[in-house]
């Protein structure tokens, strides 16, 4: 993986976990469509996550950072 798909991983990593361990505001068809992306950056393929999903997503890694949110795990 390059930096660039190193970096979206960890986002999409964080986004799970927050969802997970943070506030809940995935569906489950949205967490399968951002774990569809983890599999196709592991595995070199492209895939474009769905506009709604990355919205919120973005919407809530801003949060995160914002007030330095860290995994229990």
């Known amino acids: 993986m390059t930096e660039n798909y190193e970096d979206r991983f960890l986002q999409l990593t964080v986004a799970l ?43 809530k890694l801003i949060y995160i950072t914002k007030y330095s949110w860290v995994s229990p795990f």
């Open 17 to 59: 976990q927050y969802d997970s361990y943070g506030e809940k505001y995935l569906t489950d068809f949205d967490r399968m469509f951002i774990h569809q992306n983890r599999s196709a950056l592991l595995n070199n393929k492209d895939y474009k996550l769905p506009e709604n999903v990355e919205e919120k997503m973005k919407t």
